[in-house]
């Protein structure tokens, strides 16, 4: 039976060191700010072979608990027993990750260059930091080199709060690609729409695509006095046909501003408003405005 359970543990500790690596890479490579990524913990179905013993799955599922309330480190672990948790560490592996370099100017492989615990200098002993209801809160600061241009590290902020594994920040700010269409003029008003709405700040999203479209107006029709104005002459500046077949930046702009006034933040009108922009500017491609 010993020999049964011992096997249970050590693969569900390779499983469960695997499983914060393998959440980690898709936090850097998937995730934006403020985003999360869940650490699975289950019980790989191939090992059901194993559970003859009762004590073999009681003592699983004792491990499930007791690493999930323990510190995590890119260290080593320590003592194996599952009985006793003192002072112990769960090891993970920093992964290899695929990112945007600003250098590079292309998605690039980045190795990791360091990996440390913040909280870990607060105590002389191995003092674990948790919520009134046990869930084990660590923030650590990771850093990745570009293996093309091996220029400056880039550094990524994860906060863990038991199985959950919280992006709370990068430098630098994570890379959004502009579609070709849209203006150089306004580029920086979408894509700081697309991070506001990215990080969880839709609405202060859709201020900035209102702000987009209000600037595109204002700087077709120099002699305007206000947005208003400016987006009214921008609209009689434009073909009939053109007009007839796509939806209208005043409507665009009143819904904005509706959603604004309200204090809205639809996540729905952020994401048809980027169509729509992106369609508008794709179509006066097509009319050679």
């Given amino acids: 039976m ?3 359970t011992s096997k249970i543990v050590a693969r569900l500790e390779d499983d469960f060191s695997h499983s914060i690596t393998l959440s980690l890479k898709s936090l850097f490579q998937n995730k934006h700010l403020y985003q999360s990524e869940n650490v699975i913990a289950e019980f790989p179905m191939d090992l059901e ?25 890119t260290g080593s672990t320590g003592s194996q027993q599952v009985g006793n948790t003192t002072n112990m560490r769960i090891p993970f592996v ?3 990750v695929k990112l945007f370099c600003h250098k590079c100017n292309r998605v690039e492989a980045f190795n990791p260059r360091s990996s440390d615990e913040l909280f870990a200098g607060y105590s002389s002993t191995d003092k674990i930091y948790s919520f009134s209801n046990g869930i084990t809160v660590q923030v650590f600061a990771f850093t990745f080199l570009c293996q093309s241009c091996k220029s400056v590290p880039e550094a990524f902020l994860v906060r863990r709060e038991g199985l959950k594994l919280i992006l709370c920040g990068r430098a630098p700010i994570e890379h959004i690609t502009v579609p070709t269409e849209i203006p150089k003029s306004i580029k920086r008003f979408f894509s700081s729409a697309i991070v506001a709405h990215q990080s969880g700040q839709t609405l202060a999203g859709i201020f900035l ?13 120099h002699d305007s006095k206000s947005a208003d104005e400016a987006l009214e002459m921008y609209i009689q500046s434009l073909p009939i046909d053109f007009k007839d077949r796509f939806k209208s930046f005043r409507t665009i702009y009143g819904e904005l501003s509706i959603d604004i006034h309200n204090a809205t933040g639809s996540p729905e009108l952020f994401s048809s408003t980027i169509g729509s922009i992106i369609e508008h500017f794709e179509a006066r491609k097509l009319f050679k405005i």
């Fill in 2 to 4: 010993l020999d049964t």
């Fill in 49 to 73: 072979l194993l559970l003859a013993p009762k004590e073999a799955k009681a003592r699983a599922d004792e491990y499930f608990i007791s690493r999930t309330r323990l510190n995590w480190s």
């Fill in 94 to 96: 920093t992964p290899d």
């Fill in 209 to 221: 695509l209102r702000t987009l479209i209000e600037q595109w107006a204002v700087s077709q029709t």
